[in-house]
């Protein structure tokens, strides 16, 4: 998931931050804020979201599964996200390993040519 993602966060079974870790709260616009313990779907404000996320957290299956949904920064913005979950057999109180990467639909902006 390191590989492919920008931020990897281990969730405990109630799906909740596990970890303490600087790179999720710096992607929410949160920098130096302490998320250990927080749920995840707290930053999901749709609905449609948090159950798409907690169905995929529920499969049994052991590999991994994306979903596309929003989350909400510490600005209020949406930030459009691919987010990959990892079941895994719990220890050491981590029962997933999600990975976090923004993207976007639309083409990147072409580059300015110099005349």
Known sequence: LDLVCDVVIPLD????ISCKD???PAMVMM???DVEGLSLTGFMPSMEDRAAFEKCAAAEETEPRAIHIKLRDGLGNLIPVELF???MQPFLG???LIGIREFT???P???CKRF
């Open 13 to 16: 079974e109630d799906l909740r």
């Open 22 to 24: 600087s790179r999720f």
């Open 31 to 33: 920098p130096g804020k």
């Open 85 to 87: 979950c990892v079941r």
């Open 94 to 96: 981590k029962a997933h």
């Open 105 to 107: 639909d639309c083409m």
């Open 109 to 111: 902006i072409p580059e």
